[in-house]
Structures are given as structure tokens and as C-alpha cells.
């Protein structure tokens, strides 16, 4: 269960509109050096959930977010909402260009890390997960990689 918008920070802290929040999270990747692939915002009215939808390419891997738009404890919160998950995705993305500039790009956006499939890293099962982890460590000669 996700916490409520209003029990999180940046709730109700700023006057830009959301699209001015995503429109500063694609300057940080193109002034990382990446390429934006793609941005957009879905609600599934069914379930009372939505989402924004960022996907880059920075350093020849593609990068996929998803993030969610918290509930809301007042009838008059979406936009507040809205805003608010928007300034974190910036704040997320922001904050992993300078872990990049560290660190290296894979570490710092890992999690986002679009799959072949179409998943990112986090969404792989830990049993898959688990079972991959022998074969990243073994020599390429060992994998058969190398004939």
C-alpha cells in the first residue's frame, strides 16, 4: 500500500505545474548526456491509480520510471498529487545524474534498467534474480561465450 501524498514530502511546496517538473527532469538527462526517449502520464480510473512514465537512454542503455501518483486523504489533493510526484521524479532523476557522475551510470540508475522483455531490473523475480547471479560471475570462457 503506498503512503498518502500528504504524509510525504513536497506536498502542496510548489507553484510549477508538473510538466514544468518533467521538463527539468529531461534537462538533466540530456545535460548527462542522454537522449529522452519518451514521457507521459496514464490513470487507470478502475483501480484510482496513475503514474507518470519517463524512458531515456543514457550511455547506449535504455531507462525506464514509472513514478506512482500517491492517494490523496483530501477530495480536493490530485493536482497537488500530481505535482508532488512529478518534483519527485525530477528530484530521483537529479540526484541520480550526480550518483553517475560518481559512481558510473549503471550503478546509479540500476533499478530502472529496461529489460530486453520490457522490465526494468527491479521488476525481475528474486528467483530469477537469483538464478542469473552465477552465470554474471563466471568467466565468458566458462558461459561459452568465447569459442
Known sequence: MLPYAEDINYWR???????????????????????????GFGSDATVGRSAYMFAFRLG????????PVL??????????????????????????CITAKVLGVRSAFFSYMLLSDGRTATEVS??????????????????????
Request: overall charge neutral.
Open 71 to 96: 492517494p490523496t486523504k483530501t477530495p480536493d489533493g490530485s493536482l497537488a498529487a500530481r505535482v508532488q510526484a512529478a518534483t519527485m521524479l525530477y528530484r530521483d532523476i537529479k540526484a541520480r
Open 60 to 67: 547506449g542503455t535504455p531507462y525506464k520510471v514509472v513514478w
Open 13 to 39: 511546496t510548489s507553484k510549477s505545474a508538473p510538466a514544468r517538473w518533467i521538463e527539468r527532469a529531461k534537462q538533466e538527462i540530456e545535460e548527462a548526456g542522454g537522449t529522452v526517449l519518451g514521457d
Open 126 to 147: 528474486e528467483p530469477e534474480l537469483l538464478n542469473a547471479i552465477p552465470l554474471l560471475l563466471q568467466s565468458s570462457s566458462e558461459r561459452g561465450d568465447l569459442q
